[in-house]
């Protein structure tokens, strides 16, 4: 049963991988099709049928390919993932400031992903230094990651000038998402001619969102700076060493003067 299984493995792992390839394609191609037909002014209810149904059964078989994968690939794929956590915490003990770094690279492309609706917000309601917010937060948000990538370099002590530059820069982009979103809600609350949330204005909604989620995304970036000391303490703890196994020949050898 053993051998019959080493056999199957390989071949199986191979179909199974093409075959979630292959599924995540059409899936992805579906999902196309199907926003296009539902643009069309008068879509072809039967396309729309069989594209859903060529969906589901998209869904399901790249369930399914993935299952199949992992059975026959988790010998593998278990000492390789290993290897890879370990890896990845060697290099987070070297330079823990790698943490807050990507957590701030996240932060700015969560914000540039929605600037198309914080763009429509401005140009709908122009409100008081919206502009200037929108383009405070964009300026602020690259020159934060330029700070921290400069704040802490490697084998040296912390750049305090910088680290200190770079809360300032946190707490303008905080102020300006807490003004723009003021600006949003005074814009809906106002007794004279307010703005309505309609389903061709729901970007202003999404905009409001954001930016509160914008905010707590920059709120935990410094404190992970600030925590920085604590959790780099904690992964040094961490054994990341590999053992060698010692097959008990070294016993064996015997080095004299000849």
């Not at 099709?33 to 059964?57: C, G, H, K, R």
């Not at 959790?231 to 590999?242: C, D, E, P, Q």
Request: aromatic share 12%; hydrophobic share 50%; charged share 15%.
């Amino acid at each position: 049963m053993k051998n019959l299984y080493n056999k199957i493995a390989p071949v199986l792992s191979k179909i199974s991988g093409a075959g979630f390839v292959v599924s995540v394609l059409v899936l992805f191609g579906a999902k196309f099709y199907l926003s296009n037909l539902n643009s069309q002014e008068t879509p072809d209810v039967w396309a729309i049928f069989y594209t859903m149904w060529a969906e589901q059964i998209a869904t399901w078989l790249l369930i399914a390919f993935a299952v199949i994968y992992v059975i026959f690939s988790w010998r593998k794929l278990w000492p390789a993932i290993c290897e890879r956590v370990r890896k990845t915490v060697v290099s987070l003990k070297r330079s823990p400031s790698t943490i807050p770094l990507v957590m701030m690279l996240v932060t700015f492309v969560f914000y540039s992903l929605n600037l198309t609706d914080v763009s429509d917000t401005t140009a709908k309601i122009y409100g008081k230094g919206m502009g200037l917010s929108q383009f405070c937060i964009m300026l602020f948000s690259l020159l934060s990651l330029v700070c921290m990538l400069n704040a802490f370099p490697r084998r040296k002590k912390a750049n305090i000038p910088m680290i200190a530059l770079m809360f300032a820069m946190f707490g303008i982009i905080i102020y300006c998402d807490i003004h723009y979103s003021n600006m949003i809600m005074q814009a809906i609350t106002r007794p004279e001619n307010p703005i309505s949330i309609t389903k061709d204005t729901k970007y202003i909604a999404q905009a409001y969102n954001m930016l509160n989620t914008h905010m707590i995304l920059v709120i935990v970036s410094a404190a992970l700076v600030v925590l920085m000391p604590v959790y780099s303490k904690l992964l040094r703890m961490i054994n990341t060493s590999v053992v060698i196994e010692d097959n008990g020949e070294m016993a064996q050898l015997d080095i004299q003067d000849e």
